[in-house]
């Protein structure tokens, strides 16, 4: 078992940065790829970013590249997303994940599908006023 526990998120004005952190306990592996989601209200659960477990790849939608970072300290056992240039359409619950299949595998196509992440926080909002 992996727990994971988000925190950082809150209310923040259009233009603002915050930094999500996830911190991993239990069972965990350093060597899992990690990875974060959000969920805005009345959508599906949508892929924003990954890392692989040494931090030297990383993987980001469309939507929030150039705005946002993916990083990782394996020794804290921690993942981070420092979201920048915040707009309202990133106003979603954000979930960080971890992939068991990444183990084995390591880093792989279709890292940006949820089916690829076997354990999942309980989520932070994010909430980006116009």
């Known amino acids: 078992q992996v727990q994971l526990v988000e925190s950082g998120g809150g209310l923040v004005q259009a233009g603002g940065s915050l930094r999500l952190s996830c911190a991993a306990s239990?069972?965990?592996?350093?060597?899992?790829?990690m990875g974060w989601f959000r969920q805005a209200p009345g959508k599906e659960r949508e892929f924003v970013a990954a890392i692989s477990w040494s931090g030297g790849r990383t993987s980001y939608a469309d939507s929030v590249k150039g705005r946002f970072t993916i990083s990782r300290d394996n020794a804290k056992n921690t993942v981070y997303l420092q979201m920048n240039s915040l707009i309202p359409e990133d106003t979603a619950v954000y979930y960080c994940?971890?992939?068991?299949?990444?183990?084995?595998?390591?880093?792989?196509?279709?890292?940006?599908?949820?089916?690829?992440?076997?354990?999942w926080g309980q989520g932070t909002q994010v909430t980006v006023s116009s």
């Open positions: 994940a971890a992939s068991l299949s990444s183990l084995t595998r390591g880093w792989h196509s279709g890292l940006s599908s949820e089916h690829a992440y076997d354990y």
């Open positions: 239990g069972r965990t592996f350093s060597s899992y790829v």
